[in-house]
C-alpha cells in the first residue's frame, strides 16, 4: 500500500505540472495563430491602399466601421492656433461626415471605393481659405479576411460573427519627409518632386478587439512606401485614392 501511495503521489505532481503547462501551450499557439492573420490581413490592405483599388467590393465583409477623429488646425502669422475637433463615423448602415459637406448617410460601407478611398486619407490634409490643416486618425473595426472558414461570409449566426477574431486597424498616410534642398539656384529642385510623389503608409494593428471595444495586448506596425500622386475623388469629398502610373510635377 505504501508503494502504491507513493506512485500516485508522484503520478500526481507529474499531472499537475503538465495541467499548468497546457495552458500556456494553447495561448502561444494562438497568439501565433493571430499573428498569422495579421499579417496576411495586412498584405491585403497594403496592396488595396498602394494599387489604389476601387472594386474590392469583398472588404465590406470585414470592414464594419471606419472612424476619422479630426482636428483643425489655423495657420496664424503669430503660429498654429487649435480648432474645431470632431469625429467622421461611417459603418454599413449609416455614415456621418462633419469635417466635409457630405450628406449624411451618403457613405455607408456598402463598397470597396468606399472603404479604400477612406482609408487612404492623409494624416495631413492641407487647406488654403482660411490657411490651415485637417489632422487626421483614421480608425478600422475589422473582423479578419483570413482564418477559419466557419466565421467568413455567408455565415449568418450572429453568436459565431460575434466570436470571430476582430482587431482594430489604424491607417496613416503621411508626406516622405525630405532634406532641404542646397542648391539654392535650382528652380525645380528633385526633393520637392519627391515630396509631391512619394509617401509613407502605415498600418497599426491591435488585437484582439473585444466587444466592450477594448484590444488585447497584440500590437504590430506595418510600412510601405507608395509612390504617385495622391487624389481626391470626388474633389471635395472624403475618399482619397493612389495613381501609381502618374507623377505631378511640383510648381
Known amino acids: ?27 502561444v499557439q494562438r497568439e501565433n495563430r493571430e499573428e498569422a492573420i495579421i499579417q496576411q490581413d495586412a498584405t491585403i490592405f497594403l496592396n488595396a491602399i ?19 477623429f479630426w482636428t483643425y488646425y489655423e495657420i496664424t502669422p503669430t503660429g498654429t492656433n487649435a480648432g474645431p475637433s470632431d469625429e467622421d463615423g461611417y459603418d454599413w448602415f449609416g455614415s456621418v461626415t462633419t469635417s466635409r459637406p457630405v450628406p449624411q448617410n451618403a457613405m455607408r460601407l456598402t463598397n ?20 490651415g490643416f485637417f489632422s487626421n486618425y483614421v480608425v478600422a473595426y475589422v473582423r479578419a479576411m483570413s482564418g477559419l472558414a466557419a466565421e467568413k461570409f455567408p455565415q449568418d449566426n450572429p453568436d459565431v460573427r460575434m466570436d470571430a477574431f476582430k482587431y482594430r486597424m489604424i491607417a496613416e498616410n503621411v508626406e516622405l519627409p525630405v532634406p532641404p534642398n542646397l542648391d539654392p539656384a535650382a528652380t525645380n529642385p528633385p526633393e520637392r518632386q519627391l515630396t509631391h510623389n512619394l509617401r509613407e503608409v502605415r498600418l497599426l494593428f491591435r488585437w484582439p478587439l473585444y466587444a466592450s471595444g477594448q484590444t488585447g495586448n497584440g500590437r504590430r506596425v506595418f510600412r510601405t512606401l507608395v509612390a504617385g500622386p495622391l487624389t481626391n475623388e470626388p ?8 495613381q501609381q502610373h502618374q507623377f505631378a510635377k511640383a510648381p
Open 1 to 27: 500500500m505504501v508503494e502504491i501511495a507513493l506512485s500516485l503521489a508522484i503520478i500526481g505532481f507529474g499531472l499537475v505540472a503538465i495541467i499548468g503547462v497546457l495552458p500556456l501551450g494553447l495561448n
Open 50 to 68: 498602394r494599387s489604389g483599388a476601387r472594386a474590392l467590393d469583398d472588404l465590406t465583409n470585414a470592414v464594419f466601421a471606419i472612424t476619422n
Open 112 to 131: 470597396g471605393f468606399r472603404i479604400v478611398g477612406l482609408l487612404s486619407t492623409p494624416k495631413y490634409q492641407f487647406t488654403t481659405a482660411p490657411p
Open 235 to 242: 474633389p471635395g469629398g472624403v475618399t482619397w485614392f493612389f
